[in-house]
């Protein structure tokens, strides 16, 4: 997999751990425990694309 696929996936895994997190954080509240594992699985898959895809940062701002 080349860095454009690999950034691709992180962006559609972010897509997909958001909209969960957004489910459960409205049926079971925002400090539920799911929600909040969520929410760290998320911040861990930011932080992932931050530091391999920094060359979408361009694309991104001007999309």
Known sequence: MDI???C???LHEIDLKRDFMI???I?????HEETVRY???LDQLIVRFQKNCSCWKNFLLLG
């Open 23 to 25: 489910s459960v954080g």
């Open 27 to 31: 049926k079971s509240g925002l400090s």
């Open 4 to 6: 454009q696929e690999h």
């Open 39 to 41: 929410s760290q699985e």
């Open 8 to 10: 691709s996936h992180l």
